[in-house]
């Protein structure tokens, strides 16, 4: 008698589960730009009230800025649709994983932790190191979704384990770019918080003069950059380097284009436009600098993805903070 198929178990191959782990870090990445546009357009105290936009409705009325702060909400939504699915992925995954497991309920937990942070952003009206914060914590989650994505990614990479092609040198510059990169979203934030943009007109802005944290903000860059050019080189003059070394140049390229982008805006008079893009990329610089530590520290171990089971942790997995 044959079975039925509506009672066989789902399973979710490894590339199912990639793409999943890649809509789960795509859903991060788009609810930080809802929320730039949110700041940009002024729209921050668009809906006063949380989880309701105001105290007698709960749809946004049909008003500009009521409807850019609600669609920011909505996006929210997305968000835990794709960590529900990442949740039932890990599960249902074969072969099962535990490590990837963890790393859904580490973005589970975070994203919890985000949702009640807008709504405190929104409680303290827009008050600048509760939206610094709740910006760092979307870099938190990205960070530990370009971890998942990667390691879902190796995993189904048919290829044999790259070779070696590390060096004591490398390996120091390369374990300084996660904190280079943490300081450098912080100082950014600083900057944020103390110029214009802060999503009302009305809002409380940090008391720092904006040319001197900015400044502070680009020597962080250069150093950040500087770094990270050393690194690359370092590792040019190893044999079996090439996917390594392209994943480091686009770091490096994503690290040009924004300190591009911020030397622009800064002496344009801040446009919203390209802030818009600056926050853009400061997700591609700091999402291709994890997957960079990341990729280095594969060749680093030099061993197949199937060794790697029991990675408990994501700081240890990118060897930042």
Do not use: K
Not at 81 to 88: G, N, Q, Y
Not at 166 to 188: D, K
Not at 297 to 307: C, F, I, L, Q, V
């Amino acid at each position: 008698m044959a079975r039925d198929r509506s009672s066989a178990p789902r399973i979710v191959s490894p590339e199912s589960f990639r793409r999943i782990t890649l809509a789960a870090l795509a859903a991060q990445v788009l609810i930080v730009m809802s929320g730039a546009a949110v700041r940009l357009t002024g729209s921050g105290l668009g809906c006063s009230d949380w989880p309701r936009c105001e105290e007698d409705r709960f749809i946004a009325p049909l008003e500009f800025n009521p409807m850019i702060e609600f669609v920011n909400r909505l996006v929210s939504f997305v968000v835990i649709a794709t960590v529900v699915l990442a949740v039932w992925g890990a599960l249902r995954r074969i072969p099962y994983r535990r490590d990837l497991l963890d790393l859904v309920w580490w973005i589970a937990g975070f994203t919890a932790l985000q949702i009640v942070l807008g709504a405190i952003t929104v409680m303290t009206h827009l008050w600048p190191p509760i939206v610094m914060s709740h910006f760092l914590f979307s870099m938190v989650l990205i960070w530990i979704a370009v971890i998942l994505h990667h390691r879902s990614t190796v995993d189904a990479d048919p290829r044999p384990a790259p070779p070696r092609a590390t060096s004591e040198l490398s390996r120091r510059l390369v374990s300084w770019l996660p904190w280079l990169g943490a300081l450098l979203l912080f100082t950014g934030t600083v900057v944020t918080g103390s110029g214009p943009h802060g999503g009302d007109e009305n809002v409380e802005r940090l008391g720092f003069y904006v040319p001197t944290v900015a400044r502070i903000h680009a020597v962080n860059a250069i150093v950040f950059c500087s770094v990270l050019v050393l690194a690359l080189l370092a590792i040019h003059r190893n044999p079996g380097a090439q996917r390594l070394l392209q994943a480091g140049t686009w770091a490096l390229a994503a690290t040009v284009a924004q300190g591009a982008i911020g030397y622009y805006q800064y002496f344009n008079g801040v446009p919203a436009a390209s802030v818009f893009l600056h926050v853009v990329g400061s997700m591609a610089v700091w999402g291709t600098t994890v997957w960079f530590v990341l990729e280095h520290r594969r060749h680093e171990r030099s061993a197949p993805t199937s060794d790697l089971e029991s990675a408990p942790s994501p700081a240890v997995a990118a060897g930042g903070p």
